[in-house]
């Protein structure tokens, strides 16, 4: 078990590496704990103190929601792609990280 959680954590240290440097942020940036909070929020919303709202009891269930439909316009996929961020996030990462997905902007 031990393995497969290393494996897990690896493929998801490298799908975000590569979503940060796909949205020209440095790569090195989803290694930093609260750091990469903020980068990836300034992907997403154009302003990474947002994360901040993410922090906020009860709140966060809205942003969160609303984080993963603006990650997904960001990189130019539609609403459903969305679901599938909030619904199964690592596996929707690691198709926009390793997929053709390019990085468009914060999302509207």
Known sequence: MVILALAVAVLAVAANWVLFKKAGEPGWACLVPLYNAYV???????NGWMFLLAMIPFVNFVIVIMHSFK???SFGKGTGFGWGLLLLAPVFYMILAFGDAEYVGPGN
Do not use: D, E, P
């Not at 990836?40 to 154009?46: A, Q």
């Open 40 to 46: 990836l929020f300034k992907i997403v919303w154009g």
């Open 71 to 73: 990650l997904a316009r």
